[in-house]
């Protein structure tokens, strides 16, 4: 696996997982690989009574984790919502993880994604050739998760059609999915639920149904609270990706992540870090997502178009390219703040000159 881009988060922390497993001595609810306290260490991080260190997965309120992971030992599914870049994936992704011991079993939600692909589909030359059969059956990551009596993940729910997500509503309130044509269901076994995503500022989302949003114990999962709390969350992501992809490039340095965050989150709030002046604030939502890709962007072009060390000259086109997303009002907003709040900072004199350049 040593040459795979990304593991699954099974593969990439099983030496945590399977430490945590070890010191575990709490009640498990039925088929889950740890507890729940367990689980929340694993997302969250801390030090195991024997020294051994887990890195934290998820940088932000606890209690929030501990009502999802609360929600998951009950009848309800788990819906994380949220504005894009919030991590709800990355902790959907780590839940299953931590829970089942596998986090593959994923539907992704979009404008064209049919009931067949969360009860079943069909094998339609075997359907043709023998009829209805189990053989004829394809079995959707939602129908194996019940079998086997895991966590089933449905990433951007509010992307697929209001007709499709109420197929949702007998496998949540039942735990059965009928199979009409064989004249059968199946059955949820114990440790099945669902951990749906959903954001709340894209275009072309639906609306959940009423009926299904009763299903679903909803965690909203905020942007970082503070500056440092994000700082460190770029850092920690930013070095792991360094490390996967192997870059010849130094590290980057702290203040040019501080330097990117702040842009961000000024921009993101409308107001300087100060408080001291109101700016206009882009169509993006300039996630902490797209300030890790920006600094990751800038150590690729650090690695092999400069001298390995990261510059001004290097984040300057992915700033831009995050910030201009709409090319007439996003360019307006962007020359405003380049010339009344980068240009005035001594300390930012590369970063202007380098955008103002671009």
Same mark, same amino acid.
């Given at each position: 696996?040593?040459?795979?881009?990304?593991?699954?988060?099974?593969?990439?922390?099983?030496?945590?997982?399977?430490?945590?497993?070890?010191?575990?001595?709490?009640?498990?609810?039925?088929?889950?690989?740890?507890?729940?306290?367990?689980?929340?260490?694993?997302?969250?991080?801390?030090?195991?009574?024997?020294?051994?260190?887990?890195?934290?997965?998820?940088?932000?309120?606890?209690?929030?984790?501990?009502?999802?992971?609360?929600?998951?030992?009950?009848?309800?599914?788990?819906?994380?919502?949220?504005?894009?870049?919030?991590?709800?994936?990355?902790?959907?992704?780590?839940?299953?993880?931590?829970?089942?011991?596998?986090?593959?079993?994923?539907? *992704?939600?979009?404008?064209?994604?049919?009931?067949?692909? +969360?009860?079943?589909?069909?094998?339609?030359?075997?359907?043709?050739?023998?009829?209805?059969?189990?053989?004829?059956?394809?079995? !959707?990551?939602?129908?194996?998760?019940?079998?086997?009596?895991?966590?089933?993940?449905?990433?951007?729910?509010?992307?697929?059609?209001?007709?499709? *997500?109420? !197929?949702?509503?007998?496998?949540?309130?039942?735990?059965?999915?009928?199979?009409?044509?064989?004249?059968?269901?199946?059955?949820?076994?114990?440790?099945?639920?669902?951990?749906? !995503?959903?954001?709340?500022?894209?275009?072309?989302?639906?609306?959940?149904?009423?009926?299904?949003?009763?299903?679903?114990?909803?965690?909203?999962?905020?942007?970082?609270?503070?500056?440092?709390?994000?700082?460190?969350?770029?850092?920690?992501?930013?070095?792991?990706?360094?490390?996967?992809?192997?870059?010849?490039?130094?590290?980057?340095?702290?203040?040019?992540?501080?330097?990117?965050?702040? +842009?961000?989150?000024?921009?993101?709030?409308?107001?300087?870090?100060?408080?001291?002046?109101?700016?206009?604030?882009?169509?993006?939502?300039?996630?902490?997502?797209?300030?890790?890709?920006?600094?990751?962007?800038?150590?690729?072009?650090?690695?092999?178009?400069?001298?390995? *060390?990261?510059?001004?000259?290097?984040?300057?086109?992915?700033? +831009?390219?995050?910030?201009?997303?709409?090319?007439? *009002?996003?360019?307006?907003?962007?020359?405003?703040?380049?010339?009344?709040?980068?240009? !005035?900072?001594?300390?930012?004199?590369?970063?202007?000159?380098?955008?103002?350049?671009?």
């Amino acid at each position: 696996m040593s040459n795979v881009l990304r593991q699954h988060a099974e593969q990439l922390f099983l030496e945590e997982l399977e430490e945590l497993k070890k010191q575990d001595n709490d009640k498990r609810p039925f088929n889950w690989v740890l507890s729940p306290q367990s689980v929340v260490t694993y997302l969250l991080g801390g030090t195991l009574k024997n020294g051994f260190e887990i890195q934290p997965k998820y940088i932000g309120n606890r209690r929030l984790i501990e009502i999802a992971v609360a929600t998951l030992t009950t009848d309800r599914a788990l819906l994380l919502y949220g504005l894009p870049g919030t991590a709800k994936s990355w902790v959907s992704e780590h839940l299953a993880a931590a829970i089942s011991g596998d986090s593959t079993l994923i539907v *992704q939600g979009t404008a064209g994604t049919g009931e067949e692909a +969360i009860r079943y589909g069909w094998n339609y030359a075997r359907l043709l050739a023998e009829g209805p059969s189990e053989k004829a059956l394809v079995e !959707t990551p939602v129908m194996r998760a019940m079998q086997a009596g895991k966590i089933a993940r449905i990433e951007e729910l509010t992307r697929i059609g209001a007709d499709v *997500q109420d !197929t949702l509503i007998t496998i949540l309130s039942e735990k059965t999915l009928p199979v009409p044509e064989l004249n059968s269901a199946v059955m949820a076994q114990k440790g099945f639920n669902i951990i749906a !995503t959903a954001n709340n500022r894209d275009k072309g989302v639906n609306d959940l149904s009423s009926a299904l949003k009763r299903r679903f114990n909803t965690v909203i999962l905020p942007v970082p609270d503070s500056m440092e709390e994000e700082i460190d969350i770029v850092r920690r992501r930013v070095e792991s990706y360094e490390k996967v992809m192997d870059l010849p490039a130094e590290k980057p340095a702290l203040e040019e992540i501080r330097r990117i965050v702040t +842009i961000f989150r000024e921009l993101r709030s409308g107001v300087t870090a100060d408080g001291k002046t109101k700016i206009k604030i882009p169509s993006g939502t300039l996630s902490t997502a797209e300030a890790i890709s920006v600094v990751n962007n800038g150590l690729a072009m650090a690695a092999y178009f400069g001298d390995g *060390q990261l510059k001004a000259a290097d984040l300057a086109a992915g700033i +831009i390219g995050a910030v201009l997303k709409d090319p007439v *009002q996003d360019k307006i907003v962007w020359q405003e703040y380049l010339e009344t709040v980068v240009k !005035t900072r001594e300390e930012w004199k590369d970063i202007y000159r380098a955008c103002r350049d671009l």
